[in-house]
């Protein structure tokens, strides 16, 4: 559906990051969904966003069944939370700092304190906020402050999609060496407030169901705003492959000619 996609192993995502800043150049990291991919289909700015992104894993299932279907298929599913464990090992191994912005009161904080807790050497920061279209000015100012005073080398960014867009968006030019994460809740999962589903659902693709027996409020964005991108997905995988099917049957005749 035109959203670009790395084809990338959670080590070759996190290898790329940290190379990077061995050479001293930041960038960012985007985890879409099917939610994501439906903002994407509506935002020219938003699909601008996306071609200068350093690295896009596919966080949602869905995209990763849909990229096997059409025979792009990614190595692996990578979740926000999976990016913010593994680079925060690799920072701690690495020397390097990292700075946990977003969440509710004291959310960055604690996540902050368990990895620590289980890297050694880590040094992480956090900048609590939750950045909102009514404040967003405020916060963009004060949180672009704590960044050039402090200069961390990894941000993760705890804050809703369109939010973590524009963090990246106004303060990345600031911070040219700096790698902007967004991590979505995935505070919550560091912190234990809440669990992943088993592995069966979530090849199932039916990590929606589970999060609704937990978040029933969620029932609109699945059910309403969720269904129609997730069905299209599926189309446009299907007839994808269906296509390439055709072209390489043609190509192999073709071949076969005296």
Known sequence: MGMPIHA??????????FDS???????????????????????????????????????????????RIQRTPAPQQITGTDMLRALAAGAGAHGRSVLLAGGR???AQRAADRLTQV???????????????????????????????????????????????????????????????????????????????PDLVRRLCLEWAWRLTRQPWLWRRYLVQGVPPAARLAVDALRLRWRRGGESATSTGSQALP
């Not at 990338?8 to 990051?17: I, N, P």
């Not at 009514?134 to 369109?162: K, N, W, Y």
């Not at 939010?163 to 234990?192: C, E, H, K, Y």
């Open 105 to 107: 009161p004291g959310e």
């Open 21 to 67: 800043l061995a050479d001293g150049r930041g960038g960012t990291v985007l985890t879409p969904n099917i939610d994501i991919l439906r903002q994407y289909r509506r935002s020219p700015d938003l699909r601008r966003v996306f071609e200068h992104t350093e690295l896009v894993v596919t966080d949602g299932m869905p995209l990763v069944v849909a990229l």
């Open 8 to 17: 990338v192993t959670l080590d070759e995502a996190v290898g790329q990051v």
């Open 119 to 197: 890297t050694p050497g880590l040094r992480a920061e956090t900048y609590p906020c939750y950045v909102r279209p009514d404040t967003m000015a405020g916060e963009l100012a004060a949180l672009s402050r704590t960044l050039i005073a402090s200069s961390p080398d990894i941000v993760f960014l705890g804050l809703p999609f369109a939010s973590q867009v524009s963090v990246m968006t106004d303060l990345r030019p600031a911070l040219p060496g700096t790698w902007f994460v967004g991590v979505g809740s995935s505070f919550d999962f560091i912190n234990g407030d809440r669990t992943r589903p």
